[in-house]
């Protein structure tokens, strides 16, 4: 049984930045031979890790430290009017929350996000193999929160079970709902579910300031971000 002591870590070469042009990344990963239970799990994403299918990352770049782990302390959260707002649009929605697997209806709305959303990402183009080794392999009590609109599966939100709280991995919606914002919707539902759970965090990932696409994770307050070993409220200004 792996440990963190007995872990060991790959580094990658330096390759293209994802998310700050003209900038150079390395990733860190776990080897990808070592058992990961969800303790070790858990373990590893109070550290700053996460989670795309079977291998567990984090940035390691050695001139750079703009991407920031961030979580949120679900009990201390109170929406804002902008999100009270989502809350009430989205009241007549449905949500369950399901077993990671595949189908093809998950990867009909997942194909269509990307294509419409992402075409210039690195998950473009799409593909049944993609969606598999992204998030549904090495699945580690994970879960899909489904979101029905009057029966019809309108967003999907792929969602782990931590020791100490919920890790939000990604979520799709339909781009013909853009108005609904359901990115936002599912991220309240989660802190939600959490506090239903009795579990302190949700884990979003990693927070890059110059990065536009992720300044949406700030207007969930208090955030706490990984700086340094250890958790601080982070002040996003």
Known sequence: MSNLRTLVFFATPPHDCSYLPDREATTMFVDPRAHIDKKLYSQLTALGFRRSGSHY??????????????????????????????????????????????????????????????????????????????????????????????GQLVGLAAVDLLDDGLSAIYTVFDPDLENRSLGTYAILWQIEEARRRGLPH???????????KMNYKTRFRPIEALRD????????R
């Open 57 to 150: 990352y984090r940035p390691h770049c050695e001139q750079c430290n703009a991407c920031i782990p961030v979580r949120l302390k679900v009990d201390d959260f109170s929406p804002d009017r902008s999100q009270r707002r989502v809350l009430k649009k989205n009241s007549d929605l449905q949500c369950t929350m399901v077993p990671a697997t595949f189908a093809e209806r998950y990867y009909q709305l997942y194909a269509n996000y990307i294509e419409q959303r992402h075409e210039d990402g690195d998950m473009y183009p799409p593909s049944r193999e993609q969606f598999t080794s992204f998030l549904v392999d090495g699945a580690t009590d994970s879960w899909f929160l489904e979101i029905h609109k009057d």
């Open 202 to 212: 949700l884990y979003l990932g990693y927070w890059i300031k110059q990065c536009r």
């Open 229 to 236: 070993g250890h958790w601080r409220e982070l002040d996003p």
